[in-house]
């Protein structure tokens, strides 16, 4: 009887061993997916901000751009102008339309970066649900599964930091339309 006491003490000791490892491993495992919920709302807060810096800016340069083409307009009708090789004559009219280009260049830029940033926060806000739902299962989550989506999100943290402190586009990489394209836009 002895032994089988002694027996059963060694198996107890070994079921608390482990368990006290499975919690251990459980509470690692709450302690980083907690924290990557919090770098993940984060992240998510900055690039909002720069979705609506960018809509804003976005907002801007169209308005600009309309207010050049009214101009370009009253002076076609003022100065009757029925062509694009005329009007570029008119150094007002080349003008307006050389900062039209560059304006819908900017623009198509932003709507670029725009897209870019909302695809980011819903790729984040998709990893945030899955690494909440994942906190609820985390005692059935074995840590293959944990660490797969940690590195997940920590890849998608990676790629989406840096862009929020970045300009929001390159000046040297603006699509340009061509101008008679412009101002054929303008005029029909």
């Not at 060694?10 to 919920?37: C, D, H, P, Q």
């Not at 003022?78 to 307006?96: C, K």
């Not at 739902?133 to 797969?148: A, F, G, P, W, Y």
Request: with cysteine.
């Amino acid at each position: 009887m002895g032994k089988n006491l002694k027996y059963g003490y060694a198996v107890i000791g070994l079921i608390i061993f482990f368990l006290g490892g499975t919690v251990s491993a459980t509470g690692y495992k709450t302690t980083e997916l907690n924290r990557k919920m919090a770098e993940i709302s984060s992240l998510q807060h900055r690039l909002s901000e720069r979705i609506a810096l960018a809509t804003n800016k976005k907002k801007q340069l169209q308005a600009k751009a309309e207010n050049l083409e009214n101009e370009i307009r009253q002076k076609k009708e003022q100065l009757e102008i029925e062509s694009y090789h005329t009007a570029i004559m008119v150094p007002r009219i080349d003008y307006n339309l050389r900062l039209i280009q560059l304006l819908q260049g900017y623009t198509a830029c932003l709507t670029e970066k725009i897209m870019y940033f909302q695809n980011g926060h819903d790729t984040l806000n998709f990893y945030l649900q899955q690494a909440q739902d994942d906190l609820l299962m985390i005692k059935t989550l074995n840590d293959l599964e944990v660490d797969k989506l940690i590195s997940q999100i920590n890849s998608a943290l990676d790629e989406y930091t840096p862009e929020t402190t970045k300009p929001l586009f390159d000046v040297d990489g603006v699509p340009l339309k061509d101008i008679e394209d412009i101002w054929n836009d303008i005029v029909h």
